[in-house]
């Protein structure tokens, strides 16, 4: 699988486990299912992951964010936008480390993938294959503005109508 951040392609530093049993030492990544067992067994300060569906709710994982160093979300497919909306549910959870999204997303995702909170993207070998570095890294800024408030206030299409109107209008019927 191709990792990739904001500045390109990266190795992984976690190890996959299906069982908490392996996530003795080392950074590893457990399977949602086998999180409870992980995060008992698992010594504290030790990185801990998770893989989570994209039916996993923040609200599911809000109690263990403070010993989470790594979320992984599952996209099914590029359609499906679930996992975006977990990503921005967890950063206003106050989860601050790591998120990855995984699976096969497309370069024109991106920027909006960086917009709510992920860090990092893993694609499988056959998405891989079809895109290369240099697309995802071009398309993290074809996308200066957005439709979308609360991602980014200086890029927002909505906010700069707004703005022309306001500039626009004649002195006395300006909003405040």
């Known amino acids: 699988m191709l990792l990739l951040?904001?500045?390109?392609?990266?190795?992984?530093?976690?190890?996959?486990?299906?069982?908490?049993?392996?996530?003795q030492g080392g950074r590893t990544l457990v399977d949602?299912?086998?999180?409870?067992?992980?995060?008992?067994?698992?010594p504290a300060g030790q990185p801990l992951g998770v893989f989570i569906p994209n039916?996993?709710?923040?609200?599911?994982?809000?109690?263990?964010?403070d010993r989470l160093a790594l979320i992984v979300i599952a996209f099914p497919s590029f359609s499906d936008g679930r996992g975006y909306s977990i990503a921005r549910a967890l950063r206003r959870e106050g989860f601050s480390r790591t998120l990855r999204a995984s699976g096969p997303l497309i370069p024109d995702q991106?920027?909006?993938?960086?917009?709510?909170?992920?860090?990092?993207?893993?694609?499988?070998?056959?998405?891989?294959?079809?895109?290369?570095v240099a697309q995802w890294l071009g398309a993290k800024t074809h996308l200066p503005s957005t439709y979308q408030r609360g991602y980014r206030r200086d890029g927002n299409i909505l906010e700069a109508r707004?703005?022309?109107?306001?500039?626009?209008?004649?002195?006395?019927?300006r909003p405040a």
């Open 5 to 23: 951040d904001r500045d390109g392609a990266r190795s992984d530093e976690w190890t996959r486990s299906a069982d908490a049993a392996a996530a």
């Open 110 to 132: 991106f920027a909006y993938a960086l917009a709510c909170g992920f860090d990092e993207i893993e694609l499988p070998d056959t998405s891989a294959s079809r895109q290369s």
């Open 55 to 65: 039916t996993v709710t923040a609200s599911e994982l809000a109690p263990h964010l």
């Open 32 to 42: 949602f299912a086998a999180l409870p067992e992980a995060l008992a067994t698992t």
């Open 162 to 173: 707004r703005q022309a109107r306001a500039a626009a209008a004649p002195a006395g019927n």
